[in-house]
Nanobody, 125 residues
């Protein structure tokens, strides 16, 4: 069992930055591929970024490339999402999720094994 808790959401003006954190706990959590997803009102949950279990390989959806950066610190079992140059379209609830399968880049929400409860990011234009 893996437990995930996201923090760091809030209200920010367009062009600003936020850093989300995902604290992970549980057995062998360092072995999991980790992903960030988001869900805007009235829309389906979508993939944002992923990082492999070693923190070496990352993958991003095109809409956030060059603006967001995902990272993880194995020693503290924490995954981060640094979000820069935020836009109104980034407004959503952001979720952290864990996948016990192998690294493959983009992640499908249906394939994730564990989810956090999410943190709300609101970008005002």
């Amino acid at each position: 069992q893996v437990h995930l808790v996201e923090t760091g959401g809030g209200l920010v003006q367009a062009g600003g930055s936020l850093k989300l954190s995902c604290a992970a706990s549980g057995r062998q959590v360092s072995h999991y591929v980790m992903g960030w997803f988001r869900q805007a009102p009235g829309k389906e949950r979508e993939f944002v970024a992923s990082v492999d279990n070693g923190g070496v390989n990352t993958h991003y959806v095109d809409a956030v490339k060059g603006r967001f950066m995902v990272s993880r610190v194995t020693a503290t079992s924490t995954v981060y999402l640094q979000m820069n140059n935020l836009k109104a379209d980034d407004t959503a609830v952001y979720y952290c999720a864990a996948d016990r399968s192998y690294w493959r880049g983009p992640l499908n929400p249906r394939g994730m094994d564990y989810w956090g409860r999410g943190t709300l990011v609101t970008v005002s234009s």
